[in-house]
């Protein structure tokens, strides 16, 4: 898990799901790597996971920002409508 971003609104973690552990045993079957990333909304305390298309689209974003640095402006309103995905309360485990 990574941080990539973390204002007063949002946190964005990019999640490596499926990573294998330096000590974890080869598999005879290897499992797809479902990397994708987090989005909390911190204003409404919800949360939406962005995997396979929408993740690739989302990391397609962050190349762009990579070109040229986006305001901070820009960044909170890309995220804000990947917020309204969001229906996932954030609950503490």
């Known amino acids: 898990m990574q941080m990539l971003y973390d204002s007063d609104s ?41 995997d396979g298309s929408w993740a690739e689209m989302f990391q397609q974003q962050l190349s762009a920002w990579a070109q040229k640095t986006p305001t901070q402006e820009e960044v909170e309103n890309t995220l804000e409508g990947y917020s309204g995905l969001a229906n996932t309360p954030i609950s503490l485990h």
């Open 10 to 50: 949002f946190v964005v973690l990019r999640i490596h799901a499926n990573a294998p552990e330096e000590s974890a045993p080869i598999r005879a079957i290897p499992e797809l790597a479902r990397h994708g990333f987090e989005i909390v909304d911190k204003r409404s305390n919800k949360e939406v996971y962005l």
